[in-house]
């Protein structure tokens, strides 16, 4: 099991305006980042493993993000995968995906592994705080139900994805460096101010991996 | 270490020797071979490292701002060990982002690049197969740009030679609204 470390004072006053009741399975807190006009919501289902997230917000795009958000603290080393797919019908860029984030403040350095609603899955990222959002989309042939994981080893942040039933495929991975500790999760974006959509997340794994101690200090 | 092309007509082949720390974070040094040009194109050609080296020396298909050592690219890059990357430093004196590849091992290689508005679209073949499309990104660049090839050896004490085969630079229609 995992050992969630110490919550500083600073993350308790940002938890405390996010709702922390319940069960959130491998994570331990949701709400939404970005104050969309349209508020979201996160369940889960202890007995079938399923997380239903509706979120709504512009995007995650840009220098602003946008969207609802479960996650959790993390140092080091991880992988964390998931089944996806969208309920209903929504924007072709609505996104739903795995989420690591430096902070909650909407122009947070993040990397994300998303599905858009199209099928088009992305490794997106910001390097700094406050920059414009970096992505690369692979080519893909339509919507359905996908797996995606997102492996974090050192500033390396890889995109996995396959449709459900063919076998997780190792597309990409690009870099961006964070400071430990971490938010890890997985999120909704409708990529519309005026409308939320729903996505289901089932099969989720987060797991820690191996961190190789840091270099020995130079002389 | 000084670089150099040479252009063999009768074979429409371009011998690219670079050297050059690299092309990566903030500054770069390598080999390039250019044009101006502005709107949307197709670059395509055949790339093969003739020396060897360092496992990321790079032959790439760039579009660069302006030959400033910081300027802003991007570029469709195959580095000699068989990584294909899509690289790219967003403004002048920014750090380069990059998406690697899984690594495919050495070998001849047809490379790919368009730009349509801010969409750039990479493709690569291995060994005569067929054009495989890696993906896309965002990236924002001006016009007038710069497009060509270029070598960077990844060491300031090694000189590489790429030789550029089947050079095909092709003007598109304006894209439609993203």
């Known amino acids: 099991m995992y050992r969630i470390s110490a919550i500083s004072g600073l993350f308790l006053l ?6 922390q009741g319940g069960s959130l ?4 807190n949701s709400g939404d980042v970005g104050n969309p006009a349209i508020k979201g919501a996160a369940e889960f289902n202890p007995t079938s493993g399923e997380y239903k997230i509706t979120g709504a917000g512009a995007n995650m795009w840009a220098k602003q993000d946008q969207f609802q958000y479960v996650w959790r603290e993390m140092q080091g080393n991880f992988a964390v995968s998931a089944t996806v797919r969208f309920v209903g019908t929504g924007a072709d860029h609505r ?3 795995i989420v690591v ?3 909650l403040d909407a122009d947070a350095t993040y990397a994300d592994v998303v599905m858009h ?5 992305g490794l997106q990222w910001r390097s700094r705080q406050g920059e414009d959002t970096n992505t690369f989309d692979p080519p893909f042939e339509g919507p ?5 994981k997102l492996v974090r080893n050192g500033v390396k942040v890889y995109l996995y994805t396959a449709r459900e039933g063919a ?10 460096s964070f400071r430990n500790p971490v938010l890890v999760g997985i999120g909704v974006c409708s990529h519309q101010a005026d409308a939320a959509t729903t996505a289901i997340f089932s099969n989720v794994s987060v797991e820690a991996l191996e961190t190789p101690p840091p270099p020995p200090a130079k002389k | 270490m000084k670089g150099a092309t040479e252009f063999d007509a009768a074979g429409k082949q371009y011998k690219v020797t670079g050297s050059g720390t690299d092309i990566w974070a903030r500054a770069d040094q390598f080999h390039y071979l250019w044009r101006e040009m502005s709107g949307n194109f197709s670059v395509t050609v055949g790339a093969k490292f003739l020396t060897e080296g360092i496992g990321h020396r790079k032959a790439v298909v760039m579009l660069r701002q302006s030959l400033d050592t910081d300027s802003p690219f991007v570029h469709l890059a195959i580095h000699g060990d068989g990584t ?3 690289q790219f430093r967003n403004s002048k004196g920014d750090t380069t982002n990059t998406v690697d590849f899984p690594v495919e091992g050495p070998g001849t290689w047809k490379l790919k690049l368009v730009r349509q508005g801010t969409t750039i679209t990479v493709w690569i073949a291995k060994n005569g197969g067929p054009l495989r499309e890696l993906g896309h990104t965002i990236y924002q660049i001006g016009n007038p740009l710069l497009v060509g090839l270029g070598v960077s050896s990844h060491s300031q004490q090694a000189v590489n030679t790429v030789l550029f085969s089947d050079v095909v630079i092709e003007p598109l229609p304006a894209a439609q609204a993203r």
Request: net charge positive.
């Open chain 1, 14 to 19: 940002s938890a405390s305006l996010f709702g």
């Open chain 1, 25 to 28: 399975g491998a994570f331990t």
């Open chain 1, 95 to 97: 996104k739903a995906g």
């Open chain 1, 101 to 103: 984030r430096q902070s």
């Open chain 1, 117 to 121: 609603g199209n099928g088009m899955p």
């Open chain 1, 144 to 148: 359905g139900t996908f797996k995606i």
């Open chain 1, 167 to 176: 076998e997780l495929k190792e597309i990409a991975h690009t870099e961006v």
């Open chain 2, 84 to 86: 294909p990357a899509i």
